[in-house]
């Protein structure tokens, strides 16, 4: 197996098996802890033939014995990792184009991933992520729906799910924030970490949004303020912190410091690979050096990563500033 997060082959249940023989030592470790949990009620030799016959299956439905497998040991660290990477609006699968993407999910929504809860959970936020960037609020909303009864006993995709349904919902009314981020905060304080980072700086830029179109312009800047905006905070984290406060600083008038915030959105994105941040960080260029070179340079090139990503959202938006007309 390779190392944690990072296969990528297909999804089988020999890959499953070798994942579970890592983290145990063995086949035989893995059904003497399975014969333990069931009382005893099978010999440790016969779970073994059990599990080298679904070895074989491929990514064919696993039966009773996949089924088991699944509930006594959920899944493997390595192919857990790689799913909460695509279902994560923040991770550095949404810099891949949308077709790829696609397929990608198609890869893994299959058994065995998809016959366990954590799998139909990532797989269901991947999918609503991908049609917000193919501007299908319809279907996004469907596979929200899909991941909400899975994620109660994950806050990470509590708040993943929050915030997606609040991005639905600002379409509708921009100017109030989203009662799907009420529970969020107490969430967040249950998280460490870079994903912490991350999701409390989405969390910051919905509510920011919605103070924003109210008017709020000072309570917006002040939330995004108190972001942590250390080394060692995630890029994205960062990027996030300095495009909300370049927004601010565009609407108090205070151009220079704008400018200033916009460009460092942009270096942080880059810096870290987020080629989708970058280009709307870039976008907030644009809307900040109105009507000069270094505004039709950054079009171009932001219009170009959206291409680049075949991603309808974000060349709606290349269009709207393109228009002096974004949101």
């Given at each position: 197996?390779?190392?944690?997060?990072?296969?990528?082959?297909?999804?089988?249940?020999?890959?499953?098996?070798?994942?579970?023989?890592?983290?145990?030592?063995?086949?035989?470790?893995?059904?003497?802890?399975?014969?333990?949990?069931?009382?005893?009620?099978?010999?440790?030799?016969?779970?073994?033939?059990?599990?080298?016959?679904?070895?074989?299956?491929?990514?064919?439905?696993?039966?009773?014995?996949?089924?088991?497998?699944?509930?006594?040991?959920?899944?493997?660290?390595?192919?857990?990792?790689?799913?909460?990477?695509?279902?994560?609006?923040?991770?550095?699968?949404?810099?891949?184009?949308?077709?790829?993407?696609?397929?990608?999910?198609?890869?893994?929504?299959?058994?065995?991933?998809?016959?366990?809860?954590?799998?139909?959970?990532?797989?269901?936020?991947?999918?609503?992520?991908?049609?917000?960037?193919?501007?299908?609020?319809?279907?996004?909303?469907?596979?929200?729906?899909?991941?909400?009864?899975?994620?109660?006993?994950?806050?990470?995709?509590?708040?993943?799910?929050?915030?997606?349904?609040?991005?639905?919902?600002?379409?509708?009314?921009?100017?109030?924030?989203?009662?799907?981020?009420?529970?969020?905060?107490e969430l967040l304080r249950s998280?460490?970490?870079?994903?912490?980072?991350?999701?409390?700086?989405?969390?910051?830029?919905?509510?920011?949004?919605?103070?924003?179109?109210?008017?709020?312009?000072?309570?917006?800047?002040?939330?995004?303020?108190?972001?942590?905006?250390?080394?060692?905070?995630?890029?994205?984290?960062?990027?996030?912190?300095?495009?909300?406060?370049?927004?601010?600083?565009?609407?108090?008038?205070?151009?220079?410091?704008?400018?200033?915030?916009?460009?460092?959105?942009?270096?942080?994105?880059?810096?870290?690979?987020?080629?989708?941040?970058?280009?709307?960080?870039?976008?907030m260029v644009v809307r900040v050096?109105?009507?000069?070179?270094?505004?039709?340079?950054?079009?171009?090139?932001?219009?170009?990563?959206?291409?680049?990503?075949?991603?309808?959202?974000?060349?709606?938006?290349?269009?709207?500033?393109?228009?002096?007309?974004?949101?």
């Amino acid at each position: 197996m390779a190392a944690r997060g990072q296969n990528s082959g297909q999804p089988t249940w020999a890959v499953y098996l070798d994942g579970l023989v890592e983290e145990h030592g063995s086949l035989a470790a893995v059904a003497e802890r399975m014969a333990a949990l069931h009382g005893w009620r099978e010999d440790v030799e016969s779970i073994t033939r059990a599990l080298r016959r679904l070895r074989l299956r491929g990514s064919l439905p696993g039966g009773k014995w996949g089924d088991r497998l699944l509930r006594t040991f959920g899944l493997p660290a390595s192919v857990d990792a790689r799913l909460r990477f695509m279902g994560s609006y923040h991770s550095r699968f949404v810099d891949l184009p949308v077709s790829l993407c696609t397929d990608l999910v198609q890869l893994w929504d299959r058994p065995p991933t998809s016959e366990s809860r954590g799998g139909r959970l990532w797989l269901s936020l991947a999918r609503a992520t991908l049609a917000l960037r193919a501007r299908h609020p319809d279907e996004a909303a469907t596979h929200l729906a899909t991941a909400k009864p899975l994620a109660t006993d994950d806050p990470a995709a509590q708040i993943e799910l929050a915030l997606s349904e609040s991005l639905l919902d600002s379409r509708a009314r921009p100017t109030s924030a989203s009662a799907a981020l009420a529970h969020v905060p107490e969430l967040l304080r249950s998280l460490t970490g870079p994903d912490a980072d991350c999701l409390r700086a989405r969390y910051v830029g919905q509510v920011s949004h919605a103070l924003n179109h109210a008017g709020d312009i000072d309570g917006a800047e002040a939330l995004h303020f108190a972001l942590p905006d250390a080394a060692t905070t995630h890029p994205f984290a960062r990027s996030r912190r300095a495009n909300g406060l370049a927004y601010a600083r565009f609407r108090h008038g205070d151009l220079a410091a704008a400018r200033e915030h916009a460009r460092l959105a942009a270096r942080h994105a880059g810096d870290a690979g987020h080629v989708r941040l970058r280009a709307m960080a870039l976008l907030m260029v644009v809307r900040v050096t109105h009507g000069t070179p270094e505004a039709a340079e950054s079009l171009a090139r932001a219009r170009a990563i959206a291409h680049a990503l075949e991603d309808a959202t974000l060349l709606s938006r290349c269009d709207a500033a393109e228009r002096g007309r974004l949101p």
